[in-house]
Protein backbone atom coordinates (compact mmCIF):
# COMPACT_ATOMS: atom_id res chain seq x y z
CA UNK A 1 0.00 0.00 0.00
CA UNK A 2 2.52 2.35 0.49
CA UNK A 3 3.86 1.96 -2.83
CA UNK A 4 0.40 2.70 -4.01
CA UNK A 5 0.99 6.52 -1.95
CA UNK A 6 4.40 7.09 -2.76
CA UNK A 7 5.20 5.93 -6.52
CA UNK A 8 5.22 8.66 -9.07
CA UNK A 9 3.26 11.19 -6.40
CA UNK A 10 5.88 13.23 -5.98
CA UNK A 11 6.94 16.21 -8.73
CA UNK A 12 9.66 18.15 -6.69
CA UNK A 13 12.42 18.31 -9.69
CA UNK A 14 15.52 18.81 -6.65
CA UNK A 15 16.45 17.97 -3.39
CA UNK A 16 16.42 22.05 -2.20
CA UNK A 17 13.89 23.66 -3.72
CA UNK A 18 15.32 24.61 -7.32
CA UNK A 19 12.93 24.74 -9.97
CA UNK A 20 15.12 22.49 -12.83
CA UNK A 21 13.09 23.34 -15.55
CA UNK A 22 13.20 26.87 -14.81
CA UNK A 23 17.12 26.75 -14.22
CA UNK A 24 19.57 28.51 -17.09
CA UNK A 25 22.39 26.55 -16.11
CA UNK A 26 20.31 23.37 -17.50
CA UNK A 27 20.35 24.15 -21.00
CA UNK A 28 23.32 26.14 -20.80
CA UNK A 29 25.78 23.86 -18.75
CA UNK A 30 23.84 20.81 -19.58
CA UNK A 31 23.04 19.60 -16.40
CA UNK A 32 20.59 16.95 -15.58
CA UNK A 33 19.69 18.46 -11.80
CA UNK A 34 20.51 16.72 -8.65
CA UNK A 35 18.42 13.90 -8.49
CA UNK A 36 19.84 12.72 -11.66
CA UNK A 37 23.89 13.64 -10.92
CA UNK A 38 25.92 11.99 -8.83
CA UNK A 39 27.92 15.09 -7.13
CA UNK A 40 26.95 18.27 -6.66
CA UNK A 41 26.37 20.31 -9.45
CA UNK A 42 27.86 23.54 -7.35
CA UNK A 43 30.95 21.44 -6.47
CA UNK A 44 32.19 18.18 -5.73
CA UNK A 45 29.86 17.78 -3.15
CA UNK A 46 26.44 19.40 -2.40
CA UNK A 47 25.82 19.29 1.83
CA UNK A 48 21.61 19.38 1.17
CA UNK A 49 21.80 16.78 -1.45
CA UNK A 50 24.15 14.85 0.57
CA UNK A 51 21.36 15.08 3.82
CA UNK A 52 18.27 14.41 1.65
CA UNK A 53 19.65 11.17 -0.22
CA UNK A 54 21.16 10.27 3.08
CA UNK A 55 17.84 10.21 4.89
CA UNK A 56 16.35 8.77 1.95
CA UNK A 57 14.34 11.62 1.22
CA UNK A 58 13.17 13.38 -1.99
CA UNK A 59 13.24 17.02 -1.12
CA UNK A 60 14.11 18.86 1.85
CA UNK A 61 10.63 19.26 2.02
CA UNK A 62 10.03 15.83 3.41
CA UNK A 63 12.41 16.30 6.27
CA UNK A 64 10.82 16.88 9.96
CA UNK A 65 13.41 19.73 10.28
CA UNK A 66 12.46 21.70 7.05
CA UNK A 67 13.09 24.60 6.70
CA UNK A 68 16.75 23.68 8.45
CA UNK A 69 19.20 26.67 8.64
CA UNK A 70 21.39 24.76 6.25
CA UNK A 71 18.47 25.43 3.05
CA UNK A 72 17.62 28.54 4.37
CA UNK A 73 21.47 29.65 4.31
CA UNK A 74 21.72 28.21 0.95
CA UNK A 75 18.42 29.41 -0.47
CA UNK A 76 19.52 33.48 1.23
CA UNK A 77 23.29 32.74 -0.19
CA UNK A 78 24.75 36.00 -2.17
CA UNK A 79 25.81 33.75 -4.93
CA UNK A 80 23.52 31.01 -4.96
CA UNK A 81 20.35 32.32 -3.34
CA UNK A 82 17.21 32.99 -4.70
CA UNK A 83 15.39 35.13 -1.63
CA UNK A 84 13.66 32.02 -0.51
CA UNK A 85 11.82 30.55 -3.51
CA UNK A 86 13.69 27.46 -3.19
CA UNK A 87 11.69 27.03 0.67
CA UNK A 88 8.36 28.16 -0.98
CA UNK A 89 9.04 25.34 -3.81
CA UNK A 90 9.19 22.50 -1.56
CA UNK A 91 6.26 23.50 0.58
CA UNK A 92 4.33 24.16 -2.65
CA UNK A 93 6.05 20.17 -3.58
CA UNK A 94 4.72 19.21 0.10
CA UNK A 95 1.53 20.44 -0.54
CA UNK A 96 0.83 19.53 -4.01
CA UNK A 97 1.96 15.63 -2.70
CA UNK A 98 -0.73 15.52 0.71
CA UNK A 99 -3.45 16.91 -1.88
CA UNK A 100 -2.56 14.26 -4.10
CA UNK A 101 -2.23 11.37 -1.07
CA UNK A 102 -5.60 12.58 0.68
CA UNK A 103 -7.63 12.39 -2.57
CA UNK A 104 -6.17 8.59 -3.33
CA UNK A 105 -7.61 8.18 0.21
CA UNK A 106 -10.55 9.20 -0.43
CA UNK A 107 -10.91 7.59 -3.83
CA UNK A 108 -9.72 4.02 -2.24
CA UNK A 109 -12.36 5.07 0.89
CA UNK A 110 -15.25 5.03 -1.75
CA UNK A 111 -14.59 2.20 -3.88
CA UNK A 112 -14.33 0.24 -0.58
CA UNK A 113 -17.81 2.10 0.77
CA UNK A 114 -19.43 1.45 -2.80
CA UNK A 115 -18.75 -2.18 -3.06
CA UNK A 116 -19.67 -2.75 0.82
CA UNK A 117 -22.92 -1.01 -0.31
CA UNK A 118 -23.40 -3.17 -3.07
CA UNK A 119 -22.29 -6.10 -1.38
CA UNK A 120 -25.00 -5.69 0.96
CA UNK A 121 -27.81 -5.18 -1.55
CA UNK A 122 -26.81 -8.09 -3.62
CA UNK A 123 -26.70 -10.04 -0.18
CA UNK A 124 -30.01 -9.31 0.54
CA UNK A 125 -31.51 -10.16 -2.43
CA UNK A 126 -29.89 -13.48 -2.39
CA UNK A 127 -30.14 -13.77 1.28
CA UNK A 128 -26.32 -13.86 1.91
CA UNK A 129 -25.40 -10.18 3.25
CA UNK A 130 -22.33 -11.03 4.98
CA UNK A 131 -20.79 -12.85 2.21
CA UNK A 132 -21.69 -10.24 -0.69
CA UNK A 133 -20.90 -7.55 1.60
CA UNK A 134 -16.94 -8.62 2.14
CA UNK A 135 -17.11 -10.12 -1.67
CA UNK A 136 -18.33 -5.90 -2.31
CA UNK A 137 -15.80 -4.86 0.04
CA UNK A 138 -12.98 -6.62 -1.74
CA UNK A 139 -14.17 -5.52 -5.30
CA UNK A 140 -14.93 -1.55 -4.63
CA UNK A 141 -11.77 -1.89 -3.21
CA UNK A 142 -9.63 -3.49 -6.24
CA UNK A 143 -11.33 -1.83 -8.90
CA UNK A 144 -10.59 1.83 -6.57
CA UNK A 145 -6.51 0.34 -6.52
CA UNK A 146 -7.20 -0.39 -10.41
CA UNK A 147 -8.10 3.21 -11.13
CA UNK A 148 -5.65 4.99 -9.15
CA UNK A 149 -2.71 2.67 -10.80
CA UNK A 150 -4.16 3.85 -13.86
CA UNK A 151 -4.06 6.91 -13.49
CA UNK A 152 -0.15 7.34 -12.38
CA UNK A 153 0.79 5.14 -15.47
Do not use: H
Not at 75 to 80: G, I, P, Y
Amino acid sequence: MSDLFNNKINEAESRCGKKCSECSYREEYGCAGCKEITDGYWGSKCELKECCEGKCLDNCADCKSFPCELLREFSFDKETGDDGQRLLNCKEWADSRQNKKEQMLKNLLLGLSLGVISGVIAGAICGMTAALAIGGALAGLGIAVMIETSKRN
